[in-house]
């Protein structure tokens, strides 16, 4: 099973700030099979990024994602007030897919 | 409109049995693989279970493996988790996942609200 491994665990800014969040996989991730989520509390999680750079339908160009093998980024370019969530980065190039643990971008 | 709405769910004994449901709308059912992901209270995403979109393939987490069935009846729209020998790290919202091609390697674009499970005595 790949492992995925989260930094920061919680990441502390203010709005108009950029964000950079890492995701690192225990084993090389297939074709850049590496996916990440939004989520707000109470709702289900969001895709906003697949094949570890494209963006999905309607995301907006502040997000964008970056990385291969091991190594991934989530970045956002400027917070708006509506990004302050949790973020989970997911492997599904295996066939056990596994998700990270999640970094939680908050309001400083 | 897309959607996917999971029902099924409540407060079960330790030991015993539940049966999820996830009914499709909106979209060509039997073109998507389906998953299921939980999440227990306070914690993060765990992927459960997966399943392609004629059934032919299936897979699951270790946490579950030889437990929980998953399937799928493309006539009815609908997925189905069969989950036995339930024990209190069950407890979490189980939602149902919609991946964005046939095959189970996907990432998950369409998400339903989930159902509570409760595993206690």
């Known amino acids: 099973e790949i492992v995925l491994t989260q930094s920061p665990g919680t990441l502390s800014l203010s709005p108009g700030e950029g964000a950079t969040l890492s995701c690192r996989a225990s084993?090389?991730?297939?074709?850049?099979?590496l996916a990440w989520y939004q989520q707000k509390p109470g709702q289900a999680p969001r895709l906003l990024i697949y094949g570890a750079s494209r963006r999905a339908t309607g995301i907006p160009d502040r997000f964008s994602g970056s990385g291969s093998g091991t190594d991934f980024t989530l970045t956002i370019s400027r917070l708006e007030p509506e990004d302050f969530a949790v973020y989970y980065c997911q492997q599904y190039g295996s066939s056990s897919l596994t998700f990270g643990g999640g970094t939680k971008v908050e309001i400083k | 409109e897309v959607q996917l709405v999971e029902s099924g769910g409540g407060l079960v004994q330790p030991g015993r049995s539940l049966r999820l449901s996830c009914a499709a709308s909106g979209f060509t059912f039997d073109d998507y693989a389906i998953h299921w992901v939980r999440q227990a209270p306070g914690k993060g995403l765990e992927w459960v279970s997966g399943i392609s979109w004629n059934g032919g393939t299936k897979g699951y987490a270790d946490s579950v493996k030889g437990r929980f069935t998953i399937s799928r009846d493309n006539a009815k729209n609908s997925l189905y988790l069969q989950m036995n020998s339930l024990s209190a790290e069950d407890t979490a919202l189980y939602y149902c996942a919609k991946a964005i091609a046939a095959t189970m390697n996907d990432a998950f674009d369409i998400w339903g609200q989930g159902t509570m499970v409760t595993v206690s005595s």
């Open positions: 084993q090389t991730v297939s074709s850049s099979y």
